[in-house]
């Protein structure tokens, strides 16, 4: 059914994503790939993956972005501008317009836990939830025709055969500086919602009118930095031993 | 927006093949003459074609039937729904006047509705993402309907060239589809993006966000589909061409068949406007598409 559950989901599942810790190592996205291939659905493909034109889908990925301040410069001359590194994937959004838009009932949001799935087996390839989606959170799979998208890894979030630290989506598991967090933002005792309350997290776009469960922890302030990083020659004299040489060179 | 050939011939091809069917079920052209047979046929197989096109560019059309089910939400649904349902009173219409000679007003008002129906949700598919700020306004599916009845007016006219009445009625759907065309576009140009950079990271507090470093090195899905870019001289030079052969000269052409001295030659004359209005018509679709930008940009800066 790809009309929304009418009532809010039961727990709202998602991700916390901390940019001030991601480092941008892309770990999270070779871990989602290598899992979900082999995983829930059909293999993630790609297309001339030794070729000159690499491509295939993917379910997260990273972007880096350069934030200019106001009245700032470009990193490399003035020094002020910060890289932010950003992944994105699926915000498994309460108003899911993905969903909606499906002609099949391919496309779907659990009221159970709120997770948005593609159901392959009635998926037609039309690409009209890839278009609705402002987040760009779904890639058509060439070579099976259906559409990807991340799953939560659901079939690792309830699986009884892994270990219990293991029942967590492959990128927060991977994850090396623990900037991925995975919980019910339903649940406002959860350490997702909790972390969120108390570092500000956002939603991205918020104009969309998607309401997306995953948030985003902003970048911590930045320590000021001195007003001139590498001091200038003949600025400040040198103390204790490299002082006494300094000395004993200027009388030679 | 990646402007798919598929789509493109769909949404011409049945837009003037319902805008024409629509016309029949009014009832505009005399039923018992051939010529009218000949425009159901038209009619009929326009939208075939062009529903035949658009399973195209699916990833699994033997799945297409699928389709039906989510009329509760998906306007793609809705309209592959309208369009199997439209078929039923359209052909029972045309075989009226094959058989019969007559035409039958009941069944001719229902496919009129039905095949506008179709049209008025293929402009809501697309006017109902809001990630796409260009067609998420009221008149895409108005310009979309326009169209629609402009094609299958001139198409109309080209049949019955005789009537001065079908000739003025191309005529102003003409002016009219191509008016409103011409206030999407100014509004195309003038409206605000939804989101931006700032909006589509959430960083805007700290400056602005521009693109360091893209996620992939090569294009992949989004960056062919949602990113697709042509250049803004060639787009300007399209849509000149548009305008002038898919409206200004079948406008004239439409002059020249009502002062047209016999009807045969008004007939030519209008079937070469028509021919004209949907190779324009193709040349729109296409831009339609091209110069939509999507929300997903603003995560490549594009």
């Not at chain 1, 997260?60 to 700032?72: A, L, T």
């Not at chain 2, 191509?178 to 409206?191: D, H, P, S």
Request: hydrophobic fraction near 45%; proline fraction near 6%.
């Amino acid at each position: 059914m790809t009309s929304l559950p009418s009532l809010p989901t039961e727990k709202k599942l998602g991700l916390v994503i901390d940019l001030d810790v991601c480092v941008g190592c892309h770990a999270c996205v070779v871990s989602c790939k290598e899992w979900n291939t082999g995983g829930y659905g059909s293999a993630c493909s790609d297309q001339e993956p030794y070729g000159r034109d690499v491509s295939g889908a993917w379910l997260n990925r990273v972007h880096s972005f350069e934030i200019i301040p106001e009245g700032g410069e470009v990193i490399g001359e003035g020094g002020q501008a910060r890289i932010v590194h950003f992944p994105k994937s699926c915000l498994h959004c309460e108003d899911a317009p993905c969903v909606t838009v499906c002609p099949t009932g391919a496309s779907y949001k659990r009221a159970s836990d709120g997770i948005v799935l593609v159901d392959e087996s009635l998926c037609i390839g039309c690409g009209l939830c890839a278009w609705a989606c402002a987040y760009g959170a779904r890639e058509m799979d060439l070579a099976a025709g259906v559409m990807k998208k991340c799953t939560l890894c659901v079939d690792r979030i309830y699986n009884a055969t892994l270990a219990e630290e293991d029942r967590i989506p492959s990128c927060v598991r991977t994850c090396p500086t623990n900037a991925r967090h995975f919980g019910d933002l339903g649940d406002p005792q959860s350490d997702v919602s909790r972390m969120v309350r108390e570092r500000g997290g956002f939603d991205l776009m918020p104009e969309q009118g998607t309401a997306p469960v995953n948030k985003y922890l902003p970048p911590r302030p930045r320590t000021a930095l001195a007003p001139a990083p590498m001091p200038q020659e003949g600025e400040a004299s040198p103390e204790g031993f490299f002082g006494w040489l300094d000395r004993v060179l200027e009388r030679l | 927006m990646h402007p798919a050939s598929s789509i493109i011939v769909f949404s011409t091809l049945s837009g003037a093949g319902y805008g024409l069917a629509a016309l029949l079920g009014v009832g505009l052209l005399d039923a018992a003459a051939p010529a009218t047979k000949a425009a159901h046929l038209t009619a009929l197989l326009l939208i075939a074609a062009g529903l035949v096109s658009s399973t195209l560019h699916l990833g699994n059309p033997r799945r297409a039937w699928r389709a039906v089910s989510q009329w509760r939400s998906s306007w793609l649904s809705r309209e592959g729904v309208l369009a199997v349902l439209a078929f039923v009173p359209l052909v029972g219409v045309a075989l009226f006047a094959w058989l019969e000679g007559r035409h039958p007003p009941v069944l001719g008002l229902l496919g009129a509705a039905l095949a506008l129906g179709v049209v008025y949700c293929t402009g809501m598919i697309y006017a109902s993402l809001r990630a796409v700020d260009a067609w998420a306004t009221p008149l895409t599916p108005l310009c979309y309907l326009l169209f629609a009845l402009s094609s299958g007016a001139l198409l109309a006219a080209a049949f019955r060239p005789s009537s001065t009445g079908l000739l003025a009625l191309a005529l102003l759907a003409l002016g009219a589809a191509w008016a409103a065309k011409l206030v999407w576009r100014r509004r195309m140009f003038g409206v605000t993006p939804l989101s931006s950079p700032e909006s589509a990271t959430g960083l805007g507090e700290l400056g602005r966000v521009r693109l360091f470093e893209p996620p992939h090195m090569t294009d992949n899905y989004l960056t062919r589909e949602m990113g697709f870019r042509i250049a803004r001289k060639h787009a300007a030079k399209l849509w000149r061409l548009a305008l002038l052969g898919g409206g200004i000269v079948p406008a004239a052409l439409l002059l020249l068949a009502l002062i047209a001295p016999r009807p045969v030659l008004a007939g030519v004359v209008a079937a070469l406007a028509a021919g004209l209005h949907l190779l324009g018509l193709l040349v729109e679709r296409w831009l339609f598409f091209a110069e939509a930008r999507h929300a997903v940009s603003n995560y490549y800066g594009r």
